[in-house]
């Protein structure tokens, strides 16, 4: 079998998807085709992350909230709000729109054999014979993002339950040193009184978590209680390869860093798809995501390197980190300054302000 295409993306993930929607969006027609290799579910989770409104996810999100609650300090949001963006609202357009589109589809369950350029182009083969397109984008994880054996990793539980009624709000604790490895519990309150519960361990080479879910179930409020899902990521992200323009282009997501790791990754790929969607329209090939940078990285690094000297005066950094400054930049130091549009340089050292 030999096809043709305009755009193939490879992966139907986070980073593929967003690609998807915007270029299947109002006013582009390219032929699109989308590979998933495995099938394809529901994606479960909240994206909550900080950012001005009017941003690449904003016509999603359920909420804003600016009240915030650092290692037991209330506060108050005067820059950028907390949002809360269903991943799986955003995938359902997605779908959405390929289904719709005249010239667009998705094929799940495709083995991919390789993929290079050619003249003119790009080719993939694989279990659908041979494709050609203008140009291919590799949207499947990057194979050196998975944790490394030997590193420290985030270990994540989370679920959602009933708030027990408490006020809307996000709130994160101070952490507590605990075999080598610190330990954390945030909520997020959404109006109507659901609450999205994490427990979270920045854990040491070797260390799978023992004793995080009975830590999760006794921070939940009286009475809840629900299955949590467990997640593993890198506490800090790894530089990213440059990757050059052409025919064929490599767009994983790369989640690490502190508290908003995965929804600000979320937001950069659906600005990036924005982007690409404008530059496709113009008549240009689909750039690489940017990296974010090595001031991105900054504040995962930093306590990486803090853990591994001593993690109980790690626990006492982070949680003068989280008292020291304004809500502002308590919350940009935690989504990564660079990527919240803030610079670390110009945050106010003030206390916490009381909530108005």
């Not at 978590?209 to 209680?225: I, K, N, R, T, V």
Request: a positive charge; charged letters at 20%.
């Amino acid at each position: 079998m030999r096809g043709q295409a305009d755009v193939i993306i490879i992966g139907a993930g986070m980073a593929g998807l967003a690609l998807a929607r915007a270029l299947a969006g109002p006013g582009l027609s390219p032929s699109l085709l989308v590979l998933e290799p495995r099938a394809l579910k529901p994606d479960p989770r909240l994206w909550i992350f900080p950012a001005a409104p009017g941003h690449a996810l904003a016509r999603f999100a359920w909420c804003e909230t600016r009240a915030v609650r650092y290692a037991g300090r209330d506060g108050w949001l005067n820059a950028n709000p907390v949002w809360t963006v269903p991943a799986g609202d955003v995938q359902a357009a997605a779908l959405e729109a390929l289904a719709s589109g005249p010239r667009t589809r998705l094929e799940t369950g495709v083995r991919i054999d390789g993929v290079r350029a050619v003249p003119g182009g790009a080719q993939l083969e694989g279990s659908l014979g041979v494709l050609n397109a203008r140009q291919i984008i590799d949207a499947r994880p990057a194979p050196d993002h998975a944790v490394p054996s030997g590193a420290f990793a985030q270990i994540i539980l989370s679920s959602e339950a009933q708030a027990g009624g408490a006020a809307p709000g996000f709130e994160l604790s101070a952490p507590v040193a605990h075999r080598g490895g610190l330990t954390l519990f945030q909520r997020l309150v959404l109006p109507g009184g659901r609450m999205l519960a994490e427990a979270v361990r920045y854990a040491p080479p070797g260390d799978a978590g023992e004793g995080l879910e009975a830590y999760f179930l006794e921070h939940l409020p009286d009475g809840a209680s629900a299955p949590p899902r467990r997640a593993v990521l890198p506490l800090a992200a790894r530089a990213e390869r440059r990757s050059a323009g052409g025919p064929v282009i490599a767009a994983p997501a790369r989640a690490g860093g502190l508290r908003f790791a995965v929804g600000m990754e979320a937001l950069r790929l659906a600005q990036w798809a924005e982007d690409s969607a404008h530059r496709w329209a113009q008549g240009r090939l689909i750039a690489p995501p940017p990296d974010p940078g090595a001031q991105a990285r900054a504040p995962a690094l930093e306590l990486l390197k803090r853990l591994r000297h001593d993690p109980g005066a790690a626990a006492d950094w982070l949680t003068h980190t989280l008292n020291g400054q304004d809500p502002d930049a308590v919350t940009a130091f935690l989504a990564d300054a660079a990527r919240a549009g803030r610079s670390r340089h110009s945050t106010s050292r003030a206390n916490l302000r009381k909530s108005p």
